[in-house]
């Protein structure tokens, strides 16, 4: 779940960063140029009708009669071959749900009966392929686990199922959410091959939930559903023009997805719109007994979130203004980054310069912390879903032994450094675990906001998208996410922009279970922005392309 990097450093810091932001280089076949990879075109393709509709228009379609849900089905699965599997090649969906069509017209028998399951009933919902669903295989993107399949779903996915959605199928991700290697590459994995970007097909698709972000924006599925331990939501949220929310650590059920880290782990959202965003969020937050952090825990806000939807939200609201962290300067960022607070301000926000006194110093006990919890949740999982490989052991070996395959260019680093690390028993653990919370959370975000009295905090969420590159690996230029994702609080990216064709993100932090207020402020910046443009699949950027601002 985590996000993807290269850095210069062999620092416990600088290895965090480049592996939770993602740094790596990839097998040559995987990053040569994209096939099929034809200009623009606006010749007609399968499933234009509902290209960039969200839930409340499929929803009232279908109310009226002039749709169903089989058909919608159906015209995406027509897209996902004329634009994932041929034509642009993004190789953004793993494996397809082969009851999909079944499933829908049984919803379209029960919309007609007049008995509706909930609030997304008959709508189209591509998973992240490290989440259990039948009868699809799980197998973050390994080898390994290429034929296992799960006998249950994952708690989320029977909200999902309880709420009427259609389970289309399962998405490519950066292998093992990117704890793997620290020279792992955004978007590939061993299973699925490497996942591209539709709005510039040579530029990366960020990881993990890389296949999400890449399908959602392609309009391949109505919404997606990612995981994110550090970015790995909003990397490729912001990198493909999306809204993705990365919720507080325990307001979503994380039993059923293959993990890496208990202290940081959550799924959450990722949808062309807020409204989207809430509604699909509004199904995944619930207790689960069998997850400890989102079993009924007092502070828990999962109040209506589409109530909490309003264009006025930013009106006195004090937001937090990072400057000196996270993303590098950038001239096309910054020059967004410059537009979207003056779209605060004209909003009515209030505008403070933040600063988070902690900043970077929790990079080391984190990376620790996620060593050890990555070795006993994977164990864990793996024992209790019945998989063959049946411990992270068994898939080191395996990996080992298949190496041409699963390893032809980089290794798995951090699967080694992981299985040399004890049990959470241990004091290097729980100090590691203590001092990471502790400089992101209660001496960093939580001591920013309190110190200034702020509602939220503001910075790019990262910088665009950069080229694929067998040689060099990826050029992560910094994000702004970092903090909430080690101290375990809500953030949401919306778009504000774009550098030359490729989307930019602005991410808005808040103390932990303020996902209803986050919500609102990305909603008022969105409907005053109207930032977010749909890929046009090209093959690269030339010199020609217009600057940011200019001709999209």
């Known amino acids: 779940m985590l996000s993807t990097c290269r850095f210069r450093s062999s620092t416990a810091v600088a290895l965090l960063m480049a592996t939770l932001a993602g740094c790596t280089a990839a097998p040559r076949e995987v990053a040569q140029a994209p096939p099929n990879s034809a200009p623009p075109t606006t010749a007609a393709t399968p499933g234009d009708a509902y290209v960039e509709l969200g ?79 039948r009868p699809m295989a799980n197998s973050a993107g390994s080898l390994a686990l290429a034929d296992h399949r799960p006998a249950r779903d994952a708690f989320l996915v029977q909200r999902l199922r309880e709420a009427g959605a259609v389970i289309l199928g399962k998405t490519n991700l950066s292998e093992w959410a ?32 890389s296949g999400t972000g890449a399908a959602i924006a392609a309009s391949l599925a109505t919404v997606g559903v990612g995981t994110e331990t550090n970015g790995s939501i909003l990397c490729p949220a912001a990198v493909h023009g999306l809204v993705g929310v990365k919720p507080t650590v325990g307001l979503v059920s994380r039993h059923g997805i293959i993990p890496i880290a208990a202290s940081q782990d959550t799924a959450g959202p990722m949808a062309r719109s807020v409204a989207d965003a809430a509604a699909l969020l509004q199904v995944l937050a619930a207790d689960n007994p069998r997850d400890p952090a989102s079993a009924g825990d007092a502070h828990r806000d999962v109040a209506d979130y589409a109530a909490r939807l309003d264009p006025g ?129 209660a001496e960093g975000l939580d001591a920013t906001l309190a110190g200034q009295r702020l509602d939220a905090l503001v910075a790019p969420t990262m910088g665009p998208a950069w080229p694929i590159d067998p040689v060099n690996g990826d050029r992560f230029t910094g994000a702004g996410y970092g903090v909430a994702a080690v101290a375990g609080t809500p953030s949401i990216t919306v778009p504000m922009g774009d550098a030359r064709g490729l989307p930019l993100g602005l991410v808005f932090m808040g103390p932990a279970w303020s996902e209803g207020r986050l919500l609102g402020y990305a909603y008022a910046f969105e409907q005053a922005t109207r930032a977010r443009r749909p890929p046009r699949f090209l093959p690269t950027i030339s010199v020609e392309s217009p600057p940011a601002g200019g001709d999209r």
């Not at 379609?61 to 995406?76: H, K, N």
């Not at 699925?192 to 539709?198: A, D, I, L, S, V």
């Not at 937001?319 to 003056?342: C, E, M, S, W, Y």
């Open 55 to 133: 839930i409340a228009e499929l929803l009232g379609r279908m109310a009226e009669g002039t749709l169903d849900s089989r058909t919608l089905v159906q015209a995406y699965l027509d897209r996902i071959a004329a634009i994932d599997k041929a034509g642009p090649t993004l190789n953004a969906v793993i494996e397809l749900n082969p009851d999909a069509l079944r499933e829908a017209a049984m919803l379209d028998g029960e919309r007609r009966e007049g008995r509706m399951r909930g609030p997304l009933h008959g709508i189209p919902v591509l998973l992240k392929d490290n989440i259990d669903a």
């Open 313 to 441: 939200a930013l009106r006195g609201a004090r937001i937090g203004v990072l400057r000196k962290h996270g993303v590098n300067p950038q001239p096309d960022v910054d020059a967004a980054f410059t537009r979207a607070l003056d779209a605060l301000r004209a909003q009515g926000a209030v505008l403070v310069d933040a600063d988070i006194a902690t900043a970077g110093q929790w990079g080391a006990p984190s990376l620790e912390v996620l060593l050890y919890e990555f070795h006993d949740g994977v164990d864990a999982y793996l024992a209790d879903s019945g998989a063959a490989a049946a411990s992270l052991a068994g898939v080191a070996a395996y990996n080992r032994a298949n190496a041409a395959r699963e390893m032809p260019l980089f290794g798995q680093e951090l699967i080694e450094q992981s299985l040399a690390k004890g049990p959470l028993t241990d004091r290097a653990y729980r100090n590691a675990r203590d001092t990471a919370r502790r400089l992101a959370k």
């Open 178 to 209: 990117n704890f793997r290697s620290t020279r792992s590459i955004s978007g590939w994995s061993g299973r699925g091959g490497q996942t591209r970007n539709p709005y510039v097909l040579d530029r990366t698709p960020c990881g993990s939930s």
